[in-house]
């Protein structure tokens, strides 16, 4: 590696791809699935397993600190997502993770929030992810520990006793084993989208299969797909119905768009 890639990762900018987003709520959902996340705070070496699996990944330095200072980002964006989503006027796809909104209601909201353009009427990328990762966090009102907050050096046996009940109580909570379950399943069904290998052959013949829709824009919506793994990997997922509305709400997206 470069010594300007290096300066460049070990900076305040450091830059988070989508692929390095996704590992993120990859791993850290499995940490959560293991336990690594008691209450509404992740474990030190959480942060430490990300930050090397994202640096062996893509040859960069990734360092804890900054998988914190993403995961602040991941909780403002949740927060904005759980605001529009009990807002007035605003619906909820809950198939196809989606906030739904009029043309009117949309125009009013970019005009007074542009950035808020990537949240309507567009699947929430990771959603489920994000929904144990953060949203627990944000739900209770309680954030994440900071890393920069966790004493790696308190081994005192005091502190080790209090933290040892704390566990007892949490896991002696009836609540605690329905959350587990609900982690469980949805780290499953992560852990399989990343696992299968995509079939392109299968997509195509599925997409152009869609009837309503000319060749073209089929096309089109198939091209998108193979650009974003994840994605059509869940649509492969859907049944025939829930494809075609998929379909339909890309052509929503992509040959209509409301001016701010």
Known sequence: MSTIQNEKCKGKHFTWSKPMS?????????EALKGNKPSST???????????????KFNIQCEPKHVDNHLKTVKKEWG?????????????????????????V????????????????????????????????????????????VN????????????HRKRNRMYEDDGV????????????????????????????????KIEGFDEITLGEAFDHLVQNEMLAKAFMAKNANLRKIWVQ?????HYYRPAC
């Open 22 to 30: 996704h590992m993120l709520f990859e791993i850290l959902v499995e």
């Open 42 to 56: 992740f474990r030190a070496e959480s942060f430490v397993k990300v930050a090397t699996e994202i640096s062996q």
């Open 80 to 104: 904005i997502i759980t605001k529009l989503k009990n807002k007035s006027g605003f619906g909820w796809d809950d198939c196809l993770k989606m906030i739904t909104v009029s043309k009117d």
């Open 106 to 149: 949309y125009d009013e909201e970019v005009k007074a929030h542009p950035n808020h353009d990537k949240y309507l009427n567009k699947k929430l990328d990771m959603y489920e992810a994000m929904t144990i990762v953060v949203g627990k966090d944000m739900t209770t009102g309680n954030y994440a520990k900071s890393y920069a907050d």
């Open 152 to 163: 790696l050096e308190e081994n005192t046996e005091d502190t080790q006793k209090r933290q």
């Open 177 to 208: 084993e329905k959350l587990s379950k609900q982690i469980g399943d949805v780290a499953l069904a992560i852990q399989s989208l990343s696992k299968n290998q995509l079939d392109v052959n299968a997509l195509y013949a599925e997409v152009m």
């Open 249 to 253: 709400n890309f052509v929503n997206q």
